[in-house]
């Protein structure tokens, strides 16, 4: 089966700074990745999802990149608020049979 | 749209005995999710229904954990009897007919003494 690895586990960056969280995968079937954030006492919530037809996909302050050659995708935070600050899952899925997430990063953006 | 609505929120039960927990997800979504989240982790599949049936269980324990969605619309996933290694979260998803995109409900914590 598919196995997703995500790090770092934990990151701190400073108001106004960039956050970068990375993400391997092992199954070059897997064709859909989709980032999460996840509040506390919350279900994970969807911000980005990239295809593996797509290199790159940009939504205002948040970009993923994905490079299928080498099984990793990305996450990209620019311009970091405090309200950014949640555990980030990342995951991956051949056509939304079966996803597989990530272990989670806990992003907390110092004010 | 309301999204997907999981009850209850909380659960407090001692080892042994059942507990049920019961999704609603958002209207018009077929497939069904039920995940497993334990602390620090993400979530693991635990069942997936694709209308009334289910079309993937394999991860579902089933010596003691059962689902069920009998109209196609909202389901409970049952523990019988719980042990103390199931205290997690449980969280509950759904997806529109052929979309990947996941709606997750805020999930049921439940906690097994």
């Known amino acids: 089966g598919e196995n997703v690895e995500q790090h770092p586990s934990t990151l701190s960056v400073q108001e106004g700074d960039s956050a970068v969280i990375k993400c391997t995968y092992s199954d070059s079937a897997s064709n859909y990745f989709p980032w999460y954030k996840q509040e506390l006492g919350k279900g994970p919530q969807l911000i980005i999802d990239i295809r593996s037809n797509v290199g790159e996909k940009k939504d205002q302050r948040i970009a993923v990149t994905l490079n299928k050659t080498a099984k990793h995708f990305s996450l990209h935070i620019t311009e970091t608020q405090p309200e950014d600050s949640a555990v980030y899952f990342c995951a991956a899925s051949n056509t939304g049979n079966q996803f597989y997430f990530g272990t989670g990063t806990s992003l907390t953006v110092i004010p | 749209e309301a999204g997907v609505v999981q009850s209850p929120r909380y659960k407090i039960i001692e080892k042994k005995q059942p507990v049920a927990f019961w999704c609603n997800p958002i209207?018009?979504?077929?497939?069904l999710y039920w995940y497993l989240q334990n602390l620090g982790q993400g979530p693991e599949l635990l069942i997936r229904y694709e209308n009334e049936e289910a079309v993937d269980d394999s991860q579902l324990p089933k010596d003691r954990f059962s689902a069920e969605r009998l109209k196609g619309v909202d389901s409970t996933l049952k523990i019988q009897p719980a042990e103390l290694g199931d205290s997690a979260v449980y969280l509950c998803?759904?997806?529109?007919?052929?979309?990947?995109?996941?709606?997750f409900g805020p999930g049921t914590r439940l906690t097994v003494l």
């Open positions: 209207s018009g979504h077929n497939t």
């Open positions: 998803a759904s997806s529109l007919p052929g979309e990947d995109t996941q709606y």
